[in-house]
């Protein structure tokens, strides 16, 4: 279980370059819709290869003849996460972008455990971990708030409260995509052939999207290799979520994504890194890491 705890907070800290990533792709094809395109269909290839080194069976009849239909969406809500990422991090800076929808994973999972939600051990939403699930959304607010004012005292402008919403309801369809591709990884009895189809699920879902809504693409020339490297980390992403949820539970599966999503998160924000704007790392701010840290600590014991 610690090296699982483990792997999920590694996990998590990419997510925050992946998004930064992404979103410097979108900026070079000058659309939104297209470079989550690339993102996802990168990370299909990435998964695909990896089950054809590996031999991995996708036994994708067996589970569509057996399972309910729920268990193809955790692709669909990835796509939906993955999109309003791109769009939320030039607005609100990197830890905002991953403290606000953190919120909406820690409480979906802990909402998810209780009810039994998508075929999950059902695990009762005790005093200890209610607390700890408070502490996160009062760390989350800590980085979030505080960082707007600071990033505003730079002079850049404040976000509309609007985003905030929006990156909390991303956050709650990230904790579905956790719990949904967890027991799909059960049914197939693989973790890579469940990220696999995510990420299928994904890409075929934004091929419609971009045909739907036609983004035009302004250039690729100016686009670089190391852009399309985001899909591969939300391939990982996937896959050791989809392989730990099981073992952790939903919600402590995402509370230790949370904690790496965090971290890396200020990290980013306060050098700036990746064409982010900087907003630096106070003590109010760091405080707010520690709480969410205390947690999932609190969310493990409960």
Aim: aromatic share 4%.
């Amino acid at each position: 279980m610690l090296i699982a705890i483990v792997l999920s907070v590694l996990a998590g800290g990419l997510i925050p370059v992946q998004t930064a990533i992404n979103s410097r792709l979108s900026g070079r094809l000058g659309a939104v819709l297209p470079a989550s395109l690339v993102s996802f269909a990168v990370g299909s290839v990435g998964l695909g290869l990896a089950v054809l080194a590996t031999g991995t069976s996708v036994p994708w009849a067996e589970t569509a003849a057996t399972q309910p239909w729920w268990i193809w969406v955790g692709g669909v809500c990835g796509l939906v996460f993955l999109t309003l990422n791109i769009v939320l991090l030039p607005r609100i800076g990197a830890a905002a972008t991953v403290v606000l929808p953190l919120v909406g994973q820690v409480l979906g999972g802990l909402v998810i455990d209780l009810a039994g939600a998508f075929d999950t051990a059902v695990r009762p939403l005790t005093v200890v971990r209610g607390l700890g699930g408070g502490l996160v959304v009062l760390g989350a607010a800590l980085v979030n708030l505080v960082g707007g004012r600071a990033a505003v005292a730079a002079g850049h402008a404040r976000p509309h409260p609007v985003l905030w919403v929006v990156g909390v309801l991303a956050g709650t369809l990230g904790a579905v995509q956790t719990a949904v591709n967890g027991r799909l990884a059960e049914v197939m009895g693989s973790g890579l052939a469940s990220a696999l189809v995510s990420f299928l699920v994904g890409t075929v879902g934004l091929v419609l999207v971009n045909l739907a809504f036609r983004q035009r693409v302004r250039q690729v020339s100016g686009v670089r290799p190391w852009m399309l490297v985001g899909g591969l980390m939300g391939a990982t992403f996937v896959l050791v979520n989809a392989v730990n949820a099981p073992i952790l539970g939903t919600s402590l599966a995402v509370s230790a994504a949370v904690l790496g999503q965090v971290l890396v998160g200020l990290l980013i924000d306060h050098g700036g890194h990746l064409g982010i704007t900087r907003r630096p790392v106070t003590a109010a701010r760091l405080l707010g890491a520690l709480l969410v840290i205390a947690g999932v600590v609190l969310v493990r014991l409960g």
